[in-house]
């Protein structure tokens, strides 16, 4: 049995991420979430052309608790999961994002990066992946804002 690491997000009790944010979902997020019993038109927004998670008045997500917890942790979306990597577009590749004040105690490995790849290349296309597509953002927060 390895080491167990822990969430930074959870130890440092941060959600910043969860505010302020356009966070892309995949047909397979929103069947996950409506399977629960939400509705798409509640927590489903569009954007330049791509759903995402829609925000309150306040700007945080939909799904944040009021004690600053995901209601959906365990079916969140693919992005959150592998938030803070985030796809640079002008470099054409997965950096950890700055707004994150943790992204350095994360650790992610080879398969994060290919899940990320097959995100950005499901909602943005190969262009956006390739670094070839002009894009309003210069991440993917597939994360990106």
């Not at 979902?25 to 927590?43: K, T, V």
């Not at 330049?48 to 306040?58: F, I, K, P, Q, S």
């Not at 600053?68 to 592998?82: A, D, F």
């Amino acid at each position: 049995m390895g080491v167990v690491r822990a969430n930074p997000c959870l130890v440092h009790g941060c959600h910043s991420c969860c505010v302020g944010n356009e966070m892309p979902l995949r047909d397979s997020d929103i069947a996950r979430l409506e399977s629960l019993g939400y509705r798409r038109e509640d927590f489903v927004r569009v954007v330049d052309g791509v759903r995402v998670l829609a925000t309150r008045e306040d700007g945080s997500c939909f799904f944040l608790g009021d004690d600053g917890l995901c209601r959906v942790y365990e079916s969140r979306p693919e992005g959150c999961r592998l938030y803070p990597l985030v796809w640079h577009v002008e470099g054409g590749r997965a950096v950890l994002d700055t707004d994150c004040p943790y992204r350095h105690e994360f650790h992610f490995g080879p398969d994060a990066v290919a899940r990320l790849m097959d995100l950005v290349r499901e909602i943005y296309g190969e262009e956006v992946l390739k670094g070839r597509a002009v894009h309003k953002r210069r991440r993917c927060r597939a994360s990106g804002r």
